[in-house]
């Protein structure tokens, strides 16, 4: 698996396009946050930006495994 996402994460273009996917769920979420109003619905929300935004140091994380 590690050498899966090495490739991906090493590919320029194939990386900027899983970039500019995460940036679109995050601006997606981000509307549907400001809209929220169920505490439970906040907090759901807040959750998966923090999970995508972490998606967009993958290839830091990734390439430093190896050290």
């Known amino acids: 698996a590690s ?15 899983f970039l500019e996917y995460i940036q679109k769920k995050i601006e997606l979420h981000q509307r549907s946050l ?8 906040i907090h759901r929300l ?15 994380e990734v390439n430093s495994m190896d050290k």
Not at 34 to 41: G, L, N, P, Q, Y
């Open 3 to 17: 050498m899966s996402l090495k490739q991906l994460v090493n590919s320029h273009d194939v990386y900027q396009a």
């Open 34 to 41: 400001e809209v929220a109003t169920d505490i439970t619905d």
């Open 46 to 60: 807040q959750g998966q930006i923090i999970a995508l935004r972490r998606l967009l140091s993958l290839r830091d």
